[in-house]
């Protein structure tokens, strides 16, 4: 049974950092391009960050780009996202996903969790 498990996320002012861990079990973890997407009430989902099966290419939305960082721990089958300078329009559920393919480029998502609330105050 895969199991996509999401934590980290939390309460914190803008200027502050997060980082959000993503523990997989039961799912190839080497197969798949993993990341990360967040919806805010009201708004569409949105793919933040991706990076491929080998760590070779990441991919963020324009939004974060200077601001995350994802990276992967193969012995752990964990997905990190390292969060500075957050500003209040980053207050989304994040959700980890790992899509059907190893690399960012696919559109399908095949696996992802319940999502950790970030809440970021002005």
């Known amino acids: 049974q895969v199991q996509v498990v999401e934590s980290g996320g939390g309460l914190v002012q803008a200027g502050g950092s997060l980082r959000l861990s993503c523990t997989t079990s039961?799912?190839?973890?080497?197969?798949?391009?993993m990341g990360w997407f967040r919806q805010a009430p009201g708004k569409e989902r949105e793919e933040v960050s991706c990076?491929?099966?080998?760590?070779?290419?990441?991919d963020y939305a324009d939004s974060t780009k200077g601001r995350f960082t994802i990276s992967r721990d193969y012995p752990e089958n964990t997905l990190y996202l390292q969060m500075n300078s957050l500003i209040p329009e980053d207050t989304a559920m994040y959700s980890c996903?790992?899509?059907?393919?190893?690399?960012?480029?696919?559109?399908?998502?095949?696996?992802w969790g319940q999502g950790t609330q970030v809440t970021v105050s002005s």
């Open positions: 039961g799912l190839r973890f080497t197969t798949y391009a």
């Open positions: 990076i491929t099966w080998r760590s070779s290419t990441t």
């Open positions: 996903f790992a899509k059907a393919e190893p690399y960012c480029l696919s559109s399908e998502y095949k696996y």
